[in-house]
Structures are given as C-alpha cells and as structure tokens.
C-alpha cells in the first residue's frame, strides 16, 4: 500500500445546533480515484470546503503527506496542493476575462509576473494547457461568451495546471456531453501515473463505473460504507447512500387531456429541420440528447428568451410567440434553466425569496407583500420538495446543490400553469432526491403539459410517459415509456447505428 496523500481522522463540524459532520476517517491514496457518494445534505460539500479551506473544522485532523493540514482560507490549501474544481461552474472561471487569462489566472496574478505581460507569450502557454484537456477553441475569446461545457472545462484545466496533489472534482461531468466527459476521464487516467489522490464527487453512475478506484457513502454526516475490492459492488454502494434499496421505478402512462403545445414546421436556425410536436396536458414529456444537440434552444423559444427561424407555435389553440419570459409567465409558460448559478438562484436572498420571486405580484394587496402568505408558502413548499434546511430564512447559498436545485425546480411550481418546461431539472441532485422530485411532478402534472429536457437516460425513463429524442437540432425519434427499448433509444441519440451494434453485444 502506498503512502497515504490525505488521511482524515475524526473530523466533526456543526453549524449551529446542526452537525453536518460525524467522526469522519477517510483515506486518500496517491494514484486512486476515490468517488464520495451521498444524498444531498449528507455531508459532502462540507467535508470539502474544510479541505479547501473555506470552513474549518470543530474537531480531528488531517495531515498531508504525513504533515498536519489545517488550511485557514483556500489560498493556504492551493499552496500545499490542494485544487478544487466546485460544482458551481462560475466559482472556477472569471467570466469577464479570456480564455488564456482564466487557464493562467495564477501565474499573471504571481509577485513574480512583473509588471509588463507579454500577450503572445500567455496566449502560447494558455493553449498548451487547453490541449491537455481537448480544448479546441480560440484563448482569446471571453470566457462569457462560452457554454456551460466550455466553462466547465476552462475550470478543470485550470486545476490541472495547478500541479495538484489532491484534486478534488465535484460533479464535473454534469454540463458535459459523453465525448467531453470521456477526455476528462482520460486525463484523469493520465494523472493517476502522476501520483495524484482524486476525490471525484458524482451522483452519475456511468462516471462512477468508468472511474472509480473505491467508493465512499455518506449519510447523516457519517461514513456509511465503503468499496474497494473488485469488482466494486455499485448497488450496495446507492444501498449504503440511501440506507435502504432502491426500487425500481414503474412510470404509468398518464391519460392524455386537451392538446396544450403544438409546434408546427419549428425550425431553431436557417439550416434545421423542421420540428413537429404536440404535447397534452396531464403529459410528461422528456426530450434527451447529447450536448448541442438543440434541447436548450428550444426551451429558450418556448419561453420568448429566442425567436424561432421559421414555423409557428400555437398555446391553447392559440397562436404563442413570447417576445420574452415576461411575456411567456404572463402567458402561463413556466421554465426552470440549467446552470442554476448563472441563471436560476439568486445568492442574496434566502430561500423564501428565491421561491416566490416570479409571483410576488399575486401575493400583494395595495402594493404591499402579504408576508405571512409567502411564509407559509415558502415552507409548505419546502416540506413538498423535500428541501433539508433549518427554516425558510435560511440563505440559499447555505444550502448543498441539490437543495439549491430543489428550490430552483420548486419556484416553478408554486402556482399553475398552462406548459412547465424544466431545463436539466436534476442537475447536482442525488438519486434519491431526483425520484423525489419527479414524483412530485407528475403528481401535479395534471393540470398542465410538461417538458423536461435531461442530458441522461436514466432521468428521461424515470419520469416521462413519452421520451423524444434530438439530433443536430432536429427531433429524430419518440418512443412512449412502456417496456421501451434502450438501445433504440441510444441510437437515435447517437445519431448512427454502430451503436446498435455495441449494446447488443
């Protein structure tokens, strides 16, 4: 056994009468990929903001490399070699700047740059650390002007950089498509010859069986099992997560009601094709495919952020073409976005806030807010979604992801409305959680027409009574969730059928 890079003994932390977390001993290896698992609230980001130093622990120690290491801010944790790249894709780049000044933020911000900074020389190194990563795109450009993938590899190649010692990765595959998860996991491949102890944070369990070297469960802040001997034993793994078995989900096909949403001859650019669709009330619908492939800028027509480039859209029998989402709201067009720290959650408001803020004008009388209604608003939805916090006045950044994301989803589903369209709703949230929140939507799916648009199968199976498939911004196939078959399925999002081949084998 090598020597262990970060060995974790009895550490506590509580926040008020909360205690996050209990008597915690793990053990970091240099060249092994260590996957932490745990539902939302178990305890994970906590764990790592105290081995990146933005909290610090109650009790027990951890040393690195057999020194004690007590970081202080998480400056003190990235010079003795602790990089993490956070869940929160924003808290990894500077949206303001280049591409080439992001990847070589630490040397430009050195004592030792000087004070003159030769351009070239910066744009040459940057694109050597893009390369490492598959990152073909021009270092000039500013990071805003990228997607969320983009972004979110401009920030693992800027850990990587870094030289680490124990890299950690929270979710890092949850903005990226299967080929761009696949150049991670090949880099990471790379770093364990270099002696690096990844802590890998994911609830995706196709990461999870590409890359795990040993899988950690949290629940209730403790460690509740751990896997190492091979062949790694994943089911026991969501067992020790959850604390009980996980069952099968069986969709029922909900019976259609009156047409809500028709498209007819769409097309989202000059060059598409033309999408045609038809989505009923009491239906939910989930439409997957891979990064790109146009699920996004259909959600964004839908609710008046883009116009479409050709074809119509009727709401109700009635012809819809939203200027923009006021306008969509007004109408009774609802969505929850992706990349809910850009887009979604608004960091200075507590969660009371954050759920009631796109209908603060129906909880008024004269101008003035009903405080006790959105209270009580707030916390039965809180209780609905299942958000774990201490009150509705808790800050929503004090919350985990998940429970952000729960907040996020909740928002739109305070009031009714004529079309729900979810945008990666499960973005961040564990296993349990994402049932959780899908039963919840189908539960009140009756009295509108839904679209959910999920990057992974898995999401698309448990929730939807039909499932459409997109393909280079055109729909490519539907299949109705009853005894569906998941090859064809991976095969209209492949786009080709040597897939077909690869599954059946």
Same mark, same amino acid.
């Given at each position: 056994?090598?020597?262990?890079?970060?060995?974790?003994?009895?550490?506590?932390?509580?926040?008020?009468?909360?205690?996050? *977390?209990?008597?915690?001993?793990?053990?970091?290896?240099?060249?092994?990929?260590?996957?932490?698992?745990?539902?939302?609230?178990?305890?994970?980001?906590?764990?790592?903001?105290?081995?990146?130093?933005?909290? !610090?622990?109650?009790?027990?120690?951890?040393?690195?490399?057999?020194?004690?290491?007590?970081?202080?801010?998480?400056?003190?944790?990235?010079?003795?070699?602790?990089?993490?790249?956070?869940?929160?894709?924003?808290?990894?780049?500077?949206?303001?700047?280049?591409?080439?000044?992001?990847?070589?933020?630490?040397?430009?911000?050195?004592?030792?740059?000087?004070?003159?900074?030769?351009?070239?020389?910066?744009?040459?190194?940057?694109?050597?650390?893009?390369?490492?990563?598959?990152?073909?795109?021009?270092?000039?450009?500013?990071?805003?002007?990228?997607?969320?993938?983009?972004?979110?590899?401009?920030?693992?190649?800027?850990?990587?950089?870094?030289?680490?010692?124990? *890299?950690?990765?929270?979710?890092?595959?949850?903005?990226?498509?299967?080929?761009?998860?696949?150049?991670?996991?090949?880099?990471?491949?790379?770093?364990?010859?270099?002696?690096?102890?990844?802590?890998?944070?994911?609830?995706?369990?196709?990461?999870?069986?590409?890359?795990?070297?040993?899988?950690?469960?949290?629940?209730?802040?403790?460690?509740?099992?751990?896997?190492?001997?091979?062949?790694?034993?994943?089911?026991?793994?969501?067992?020790?997560?959850?604390?009980?078995?996980?069952?099968?989900?069986?969709?029922?096909?909900?019976?259609?009601?009156?047409?809500?949403?028709?498209?007819?001859?769409?097309?989202?650019?000059? !060059?598409?094709?033309?999408?045609?669709?038809?989505?009923?009330?009491?239906?939910?619908?989930?439409?997957?495919?891979?990064?790109?492939?146009?699920?996004?800028?259909?959600?964004?027509?839908?609710?008046?952020?883009?116009? !479409?480039?050709?074809?119509?859209?009727?709401?109700?029998?009635?012809?819809?073409?939203?200027?923009?989402?006021?306008?969509?709201?007004?109408?009774?067009?609802?969505?929850?976005?992706?990349?809910?720290?850009?887009?979604?959650?608004?960091?200075?408001?507590?969660?009371?806030?954050?759920?009631?803020?796109?209908?603060?004008?129906?909880?008024?009388?004269?101008?003035?807010?009903?405080?006790?209604?959105?209270?009580?608003?707030?916390?039965?939805?809180?209780?609905?979604?299942?958000?774990?916090?201490?009150?509705?006045?808790?800050?929503?950044?004090?919350?985990?992801?998940?429970?952000?994301?729960?907040?996020?989803?909740?928002?739109?589903?305070?009031?009714?409305?004529?079309?729900?369209?979810?945008?990666?709703?499960?973005?961040?949230?564990?296993?349990?959680?994402?049932?959780?929140?899908?039963?919840?939507?189908?539960?009140?799916?009756?009295?509108?027409?839904?679209?959910?648009?999920?990057?992974?199968?898995?999401?698309?199976?448990?929730?939807?009574?039909?499932?459409?498939?997109?393909?280079?911004?055109?729909?490519?196939?539907?299949?109705?969730?009853?005894?569906?078959?998941?090859?064809?399925?991976?095969?209209?999002?492949?786009?080709?059928?040597?897939?077909?081949?690869?599954?059946?084998?």
């Amino acid at each position: 056994m090598s020597k262990i890079a970060c060995k974790i003994r009895n550490l506590e932390k509580s926040f008020g009468p909360n205690k996050v *977390l209990r008597s915690i001993d793990l053990d970091l290896f240099p060249g092994e990929v260590t996957v932490l698992m745990g539902a939302n609230g178990a305890g994970k980001s906590t764990l790592v903001k105290i081995l990146c130093g933005v909290h !610090q622990s109650d009790n027990g120690t951890i040393n690195l490399f057999g020194k004690l290491f007590k970081p202080r801010r998480p400056a003190e944790a990235f010079q003795a070699g602790v990089v993490t790249v956070h869940q929160a894709i924003n808290d990894g780049v500077v949206p303001d700047l280049s591409v080439a000044s992001n990847l070589m933020l630490d040397k430009l911000t050195n004592n030792k740059a000087g004070f003159f900074i030769a351009e070239g020389v910066i744009r040459s190194e940057a694109k050597k650390i893009a390369d490492t990563m598959g990152l073909s795109l021009d270092v000039s450009l500013p990071v805003s002007e990228l997607g969320v993938a983009d972004r979110q590899l401009i920030a693992i190649a800027r850990a990587m950089a870094r030289n680490p010692k124990v *890299l950690i990765l929270d979710e890092p595959t949850s903005s990226l498509s299967a080929k761009e998860a696949d150049r991670l996991f090949q880099v990471l491949d790379r770093l364990r010859n270099t002696d690096v102890a990844i802590l890998y944070i994911s609830h995706r369990m196709s990461d999870i069986r590409e890359i795990a070297d040993k899988i950690i469960c949290m629940r209730d802040g403790s460690i509740s099992g751990t896997f190492s001997t091979k062949p790694l034993d994943y089911e026991g793994a969501v067992t020790a997560m959850l604390g009980h078995k996980m069952t099968e989900v069986d969709v029922k096909i909900a019976k259609k009601g009156e047409e809500i949403l028709n498209l007819s001859n769409l097309a989202l650019s000059d !060059q598409s094709p033309r999408i045609n669709l038809s989505v009923s009330k009491n239906e939910v619908v989930a439409i997957t495919g891979l990064l790109g492939s146009g699920k996004t800028k259909l959600a964004s027509i839908l609710f008046g952020v883009r116009k !479409q480039a050709h074809g119509t859209i009727h709401l109700n029998g009635q012809p819809f073409s939203p200027s923009s989402p006021r306008e969509a709201i007004k109408a009774g067009v609802y969505m929850s976005p992706k990349d809910r720290a850009s887009n979604a959650v608004i960091s200075d408001f507590d969660i009371e806030k954050n759920l009631t803020l796109p209908f603060l004008h129906s909880y008024s009388w004269l101008s003035m807010l009903r405080f006790k209604l959105l209270r009580k608003l707030a916390k039965d939805k809180i209780e609905d979604m299942g958000v774990i916090c201490q009150s509705e006045g808790d800050e929503i950044e004090t919350l985990s992801g998940g429970n952000q994301q729960k907040v996020v989803v909740g928002r739109w589903l305070m009031q009714s409305c004529n079309l729900l369209v979810l945008d990666e709703p499960f973005q961040g949230v564990d296993i349990k959680a994402r049932r959780d929140i899908g039963d919840y939507i189908r539960q009140t799916a009756g009295s509108r027409a839904t679209i959910v648009l999920v990057a992974e199968l898995d999401e698309a199976l448990e929730i939807a009574d039909r499932i459409l498939v997109m393909n280079e911004k055109s729909l490519v196939g539907e299949h109705v969730n009853d005894n569906v078959n998941v090859n064809e399925i991976l095969v209209d999002i492949a786009g080709n059928n040597q897939l077909l081949e690869q599954v059946s084998k």
